[in-house]
């Protein structure tokens, strides 16, 4: 029996094909595999080869394990009375450290510059989701909490918000051959509902990220999933920030 999917099936010239039934669930892994990529080799602490396996295990219709993260191997090393060895020393006093020798590097040409925040380009804009119910708030790990009822939704299960603060816009869109200020349309500060399918997950580090909303005066909330980038033809609603005269 072919391991292949349905689709694949279909594709490569099959007459009939069987589909999964809806009941049927993935793995974490493989859900982080197939839409959160990025995140794989940091978060389960693979190889680039080993995620080239898995990719092609997943192509080739297999199930996939659900792999224990990193944090969640660290949590049973603790809970379980692992004892972790340290050889670093063993590195430190190999023959071969005696004899290697640390690259030389050429004298610097130029000084190192300093960069300014960072701003997305043409019709892009820079976006930090926020959750949607103001009673939900974000958890370290991921999970969210009801500040009501005090139930907590883990990572996996928990629905991602596609409604977000801009933090930063570009310079312009063409719609129908006219050149247009994207400021016509958006503004940082303004809070807007888009199209998660099509936005591109942006990491910045807490430090800029926390700049970027003291520049819209925006509360600073960590989020380990990063920032989102996209196109201003993919936001559905925009809501203008209300200014104190304007509420007033």
Known sequence: MSN?????????????????????????F????????????????????????????????????????????????VSAGFK?????????????SETAKPVEKAPAKWPEYEYGKMRPILDRILVKRIPDDPNLELLEDGSMRDKKTGFIVPPAYRQHSNIGVVLAVGDFVVMGGVKTLLSDFVQPG???????????VYYLSDAEVEKLCDDVQVNFVSDPEGLRVIRVQDIRSIQHRVTAEEAE
């Open 4 to 28: 292949l999917g349905g689709g694949d099936q279909l594709a490569r010239g099959a007459h009939s094909a069987q589909f999964v039934g809806a009941g049927a669930s993935i793995s974490q």
């Open 190 to 200: 303004d809070k807007v509902k888009f199209g998660d399918y099509n936005s591109e």
């Open 84 to 96: 972790v060895t340290d050889r670093r020393s063993f590195f430190e006093n190999h023959p071969l």
């Open 30 to 77: 493989e859900d982080d595999l197939i839409f959160r990529p990025e995140i794989v080799a940091e978060k389960y602490g693979l190889t680039d080869e080993q995620i080239a396996d898995y990719q092609n295990d997943r192509e080739q219709g297999y199930h996939l394990p659900e792999l224990p993260t990193v944090e969640a191997m660290k949590e049973m090393e």
